[in-house]
């Protein structure tokens, strides 16, 4: 039997139609990527996203960013490894002190946007996220893009790495991300999203698919692609973890 982790990232809408949207997003995941408040969300997101997770059964990883709302966490800039560090140590903490309260536990961390993208080209970068979350709690599952630095990064400090593909973005002839400021960055066609994320299941070619949770087609994605995952005879599970 094949088996595929479905992750989405989350609290990241402000208002109370944020919340709505995560809420309906919830049933059809297996992992939620939680914004730690410094590209998006805040105290009182990331408590009812964790409870929603926690309410459903989906693992709950952080999802920390640089601090830059403006941009979304979506801007790179210069930044030296012990300021990743000191950004992944403190956004994880705080979620983690969260997730406590909540009696419940955290599954993994995926850098966001700008930060995961940096991390991985840049191995230093990389080893001060993959050191922070080894230092935070050594289970910790780490996500990041298949034969990145961040996943040289991982084996070194014997952390769980989830090779993840991406439902909604295009690629690069080299593995990487189409840039978003590109023009054909996102996949707007729900045929040629299932067409790419399924074969990436079949092949065994990822551990873990993300549709993005912020984006306009955000739930019907997700809808049409767990429908088509459980077509296919692929079970839809947290990486390490449980069947949704």
């Known amino acids: 039997m094949s088996f595929i982790d479905l992750n989405c990232d989350m609290g990241e809408l402000p208002g109370s139609s944020g919340m709505e949207l995560d809420a ?4 059809y995941i297996s992992s939620a990527n939680i914004a730690c408040g ?3 969300g805040n105290e009182n997101q990331m408590y009812h996203t964790a409870q929603l997770a926690v309410r459903h059964g989906v693992a709950i990883g952080a999802h920390p960013g640089l601090a830059d709302k ?3 966490g979506r801007i790179e800039r210069a930044i030296t490894p012990e300021e990743v560090y000191q950004l992944m140590l403190y956004q994880i903490g705080a979620l983690g002190g969260i997730v406590r309260g909540l009696k419940s536990r955290m599954h993994h961390v995926k850098p966001h946007g700008a930060l995961y993208h940096l991390a991985s080209r840049d191995r230093g970068l990389a080893d001060a996220i993959a050191r922070a979350v080894a230092d935070f709690d050594a289970s910790l599952l780490l996500y990041g893009l298949p034969g990145s630095q961040l996943e ?5 400090k014997d952390l769980h790495f989830v090779r993840e593909g991406f439902a909604d973005r295009r690629y690069l002839d080299n593995g990487g991300l189409v840039p978003r400021g590109q023009e054909n960055a996102m996949i707007r066609d729900p045929a040629e999203m299932i067409a ?5 299941a079949k092949q065994r070619k990822v551990d873990s698919l993300c549709v ?3 984006g306009e087609e955000a739930l019907m994605f997700v809808k049409t692609l767990y429908s088509a995952l459980k077509k296919c005879n692929i079970t839809i599970r947290s990486a390490g973890g449980t069947v949704s």
């Not at 040289?152 to 070194?156: E, G, N, T």
């Open 24 to 27: 309906a997003l919830m049933p």
């Open 38 to 40: 410094y590209h998006a």
């Open 70 to 72: 403006e941009g979304f």
């Open 152 to 156: 040289l990064a991982a084996a070194a």
């Open 196 to 200: 790419q994320a399924t074969s990436m």
């Open 212 to 214: 993005h949770g912020d």
